[in-house]
């Protein structure tokens, strides 16, 4: 890992080389140990390293980015060159918003831990072992992969602002399949690898695989749902993708433009953005250096916040909430360590007070159809079940759905009473299982096509 | 030491560590970003990238190790690193990897490049830019619009031990414009020549004229306008005609990645998921209707999925995938292959340096038919032509889609009656592909470039094309999504 004291080396030496009137310089990275299983064996075992320094600079308002992969001597003086010409040659950027002041950035203690990072392949190996036998040992067919890593971020500019944060990272995530058509679905993510409960999650999908087999097809319309956190995790995805970045909320192409503090969602609805919280754990600072508070992006089913970076705070006239992506960041400023916070109510019971609906582990390749509607479709995959008087009764082919999420986080009837971690397209987001009234089902998928 | 001496390091390394098989590849990448939105420079990027990517096999199990630094000493530690990864997977490893024969080969390739896009000056890409953009800006009612220009330039030796040794460089760009008009309760998009940053070929700068941008600005943006105020995309079972990306799209997603051979052995099962064209299918499936052929073709000069050879230094080819409606081919990789006992059809590729090659996609075309688009709308009664994707969402299996396009054109007793807006679709994809009952003819090809293909663990994204005219399906469910 790239320690705090040469991060700012690089730092500094890339500062002192530009001759612009403001430079950012950012430096992202890390390693990564993945261990990936299919058909009941190890398949591949890979170990990556990468890091990217990117320098932003502005003369004027005329500004460049530049990044490269390998940032010693000759390399780093290349990039700081490569950004200043890009902006030479540039037009004026009329948004353009000057690098932020000094200040203290806070670093989160306790997010780098070793005894992760220091996890082997052959530990790995071992671990997946008997998960693996007892796959066989059941007639089942295994695949997934277990992961650990370190990351980085380090963020200075000319002004003097400098923010480090080191971080570790550990997941896993497990598909059991069963003959028949039956299959079943685990994941979790941590920083922690000693979180990671790999041998129970696989137990209980390893059963749910063979609960899956043979899944009958329903009627497509309205059912009632109770999601698994796994299934979760794509809805609130979208539900920060089409609301809460500031930049389409003041271009009015989100489904909150226009309504802070309206009652959009079910009063129990609260979404929050905060890196601090160990579910969600990442850098408390954006990639301009400016540090990340708690901000609640939905309060008891109100809209109250979006995100922000320092050219989309500027124009919409408010300061930043430290949401900044990478430069150039074209899509503007997102919320990056999400939680749904969690209810009261056991998944079980969900399922217990259901008298018909339908369970579902998780959704697959959901996409937007309307923007504005917040509506969004996908697949149900790896387990899906009908609820018949409280019970899980059969399993159930793939069903497509169309809903708009507007309308399914107003239908909440129950949230669950615990949040689970997980990566996102965004950054983590961490969410509770729900139980969700007349969620829209449109088609049932053919499994095997003659 | 040189990159083509240090991937030599990289396999005498791996050999004399007791490695059976092992390649190494050395990659430089230069990209350019350039976008310009609502009249305001919104980002110039520019990426400069290396590394070298060692992959072995040692007691019949792969391990891989990429590194970013070319120093002599780390590379020696990437191979090291590799071969502890194999061994460590070897012992949960039940049957040794083998792969299909393959001859060594050295040779060099080139992609076609007439004018290297980064010696075009940036002050002459912002002008043009400028240009287009201010276009879609006149137009009385748009809220929004950009315009962009992506070029890449790829260096890469692969040395593996058996001899091959093949040095290739490929060249290519992009561009692409969007105009979108909001109010309190839509948004609406226009792009051209396509969405998500437009169309992408293996080619130099010369490409951007060929696009005709600043020809299209206006109609797009009127376009985006007029679907505020269109009437919505009616709903209910209809023939459709899709063209241009949005028939690209629907190539990609049902035909494409089911016919990737690794999908079908199980080692995407966790994450993109497996495929319905089972191997019992092979030779023994009605895939689509007799006029349906698609093929995977590497081979075709300035398309962005092709190449002089894969990732494992297997040549380019254009192989069958589906030929009269039936299904004969999967795409496959020297591993894979060989498990059928076939051989590879070269479709075994990486995301850069730091990843292992995957089976990927090349060019996957429907190969054009006799029709002249005119004719295909003049003998529908009743149908949408659909172009430009929006939305996409397909299962694991790649059967059951819905697809979401930028615009529609309603077609009553075979004439264009009309805009709609938010056009969508559903089906399941055998039964849809055999109710195509109409292909364009070869004035309207083209193969569009799809540079944001994800797959894999840890996922990698490559670079694609789908060659495709037009093409019209039956009794297809319309308007989903916005009629329940």
């Not at chain 1, 009837?413 to 969620?439: M, S």
């Not at chain 2, 051989?343 to 029709?371: K, Q």
């Not at chain 2, 994204?461 to 399906?473: C, I, L, N, P, Q």
Request: proline content about 4%.
């Amino acid at each position: 890992m790239l320690s705090k004291k040469k991060a700012r080396e690089i730092l500094e030496e890339a500062i002192r080389t530009s001759p612009a009137d403001e430079t950012e310089v950012i430096i992202n990275g890390g390693k990564t140990f993945s261990t990936r299983f299919t058909n009941n064996y190890i398949s591949q075992n890979g170990a990556q390293k990468e890091y990217d320094v990117t320098v932003r600079v502005a003369f004027g308002q005329q500004v460049g980015v530049a990044s490269c992969n390998i940032f010693d001597g000759d390399n780093l003086k290349q990039v700081v060159e490569n950004a200043c010409t890009a902006a030479r040659h540039s037009k004026p950027d009329l948004e353009w918003t000057p690098v932020l002041e000094a200040r203290d950035v806070p670093e989160l203690d306790e997010a780098y831990l070793k005894d992760t990072i220091d996890y082997t392949p052959e530990e790995k190996a071992e671990r997946l072992e008997p998960i693996l036998k007892r796959s066989i040992a059941r007639d089942l067919t295994s695949a997934g992969m277990l992961v650990n890593g370190d990351h980085m971020l380090t963020v200075m500019n000319s002004k003097g602002l400098f923010g480090y944060q080191a971080w570790t990272s550990a997941s896993f995530t497990y598909t059991a399949m069963a003959a028949h058509q039956g299959s079943a679905w685990a994941e979790y993510h941590s920083h922690d690898m000693a979180d990671l409960e790999i041998e129970s999650l696989a137990e209980q999908a390893m059963e749910r695989a063979l609960m899956a087999q043979n899944p009958v097809a329903i009627k497509p319309g309205a059912y009632t749902v109770v999601l698994a956190p796994t299934a979760v995790i794509e809805l609130v995805e979208y539900l920060n993708y089409l609301g809460f970045g500031g930049q389409g909320y003041h271009e009015s192409t989100t489904f909150t433009a226009g309504k802070i503090g309206e009652q959009l969602f079910h009063p129990g609805i609260n979404l929050i953005d905060d890196p601090s919280r160990r579910e969600v754990l990442g850098p408390s600072f954006d990639y301009e250096g400016h540090p990340k508070q708690r901000l609640a992006l939905i309060e008891n089913g109100v809209v109250r916040n979006v995100a922000y970076d320092r050219r989309t705070a500027q124009k919409a006239g408010v300061k930043s909430t430290g949401h900044a992506l990478m430069p150039p960041a074209t899509s503007g400023p997102f919320p990056t360590n999400i939680i749904l916070e969690a209810g009261t109510d056991r998944i079980e019971e969900m399922i217990a007070g259901t008298e018909r609906g339908i369970y579902v582990t998780r959704f697959w390749y959901s996409n937007v159809v309307d923007p504005k509607q917040a509506t969004i479709t996908g697949m149900t995959r790896d387990g899906t079940f009908l609820i018949e008087d409280g019970k899980l009764s059969k399993p159930l082919r793939n069903m497509r759905y169309n809903e708009s999420l507007v309308r399914a986080f107003s239908n909440v009837e129950a949230i669950g009473d615990r949040t689970y971690g997980f990566n996102g397209y965004f950054g983590k987001l961490a969410v509770p299982a729900l139980k969700i009234k007349d969620f829209i089902f449109s088609s049932v998928s053919e499994e095997s096509p003659s | 030491m040189n990159e083509k001496d240090l991937a030599q390091l990289a396999i005498d390394t791996a050999l004399q560590m007791g490695a059976s098989y092992a390649d190494a590849r050395v990659i430089r990448l230069r990209r350019e970003s350039i976008e310009v939105r609502n009249g305001n420079v919104n980002g110039i990027k520019q990426h400069l990238e290396m590394g070298i990517g060692v992959r072995v096999l040692y007691n019949g199990a792969w391990g891989f190790a990429g590194n970013p630094d070319l120093k002599k000493s780390k590379v020696e530690i990437a191979v090291q690193r590799a071969i502890s990864l194999a061994r460590d997977s070897a012992h949960l490893y039940h049957k040794p990897v083998v792969l299909a024969a393959r001859k060594p080969i050295i040779t060099t390739w080139k992609s076609p490049c007439l004018i290297d896009p980064f010696t075009v000056p940036l002050e002459r890409k912002l002008d043009e830019l400028f240009e287009i953009e201010a276009i879609l800006r006149s137009v009385k009612g748009v809220a929004l619009t950009d315009a962009n220009f992506d070029f890449w330039k790829e260096w890469q030796i692969f040395i593996n031990s058996e001899g091959s040794q093949i040095e290739q460089e490929m060249v290519q760009s992009g561009a692409g414009m969007s105009a979108t008009a909001v109010s309190e309760t839509d948004v609406q998009t226009r792009s051209f020549p396509a969405p998500f940053r437009g169309q992408f070929k293996s080619a130099g700068y010369e490409l951007i004229p060929t696009l005709k941008l600043r020809e299209s600005a206006n109609t797009i943006a009127e376009e985006a306008v007029q679907l505020l105020t269109a009437p919505v995309c009616p709903s209910g079972e209809k023939t459709i005609i899709l063209g241009g990306s949005q028939l690209a799209l629907q190539v990609h997603e049902s035909c494409g990645h089911p016919a990737e051979f690794d999908r079908v052995l199980g080692h995407e099962a966790d994450f993109a998921g497996t495929s319905f064209l089972t191997q019992d299918k092979l030779r023994n499936f009605q895939y689509g209707s007799e006029i349906v052929n698609l093929v995977a073709d590497a081979t075709i000069p300035g398309a962005l999925g092709s190449f002089g050879y894969d990732d494992e230094g297997t040549p380019a080819q254009k192989a069958d995938i589906v030929r009269n409606g039936k299904f004969v081919g999967y795409l496959t990789s020297r591993e894979t292959a060989e498990s059928w006992e076939m051989e590879s059809n070269g479709a075994m590729r990486a995301e850069g340096w730091n990843h292992t090659p995957i089976v990927r996609m090349s060019n996957i075309n429907l190969l054009p038919g006799d029709h002249d688009l005119e004719d295909m709308i003049g003998t529908t009664k009743d149908g949408i032509l659909i172009k430009d994707n929006r939305s996409w969402s397909i299962d694991d299996k790649r059967l059951n889609f819905q697809f979401g396009a930028e615009i529609g054109w309603e077609i009553k007793d075979g004439k264009i009656a009309g805009i709609v807006k938010n056009p969508t679709y559903a089906g399941i994809t055998p039964q849809f592909w055999r109710s195509c009952d109409a292909i364009a003819n070869e004035k309207y090809y083209d193969v569009w470039g799809t540079p944001n293909c994800g797959k894999g663990q840890p996922m990698q994204v490559a670079r694609v094309g789908h060659g495709v005219s037009y093409a019209r399906f039956n009794n297809v469910k319309v308007g989903v999504g916005y009629a329940e």
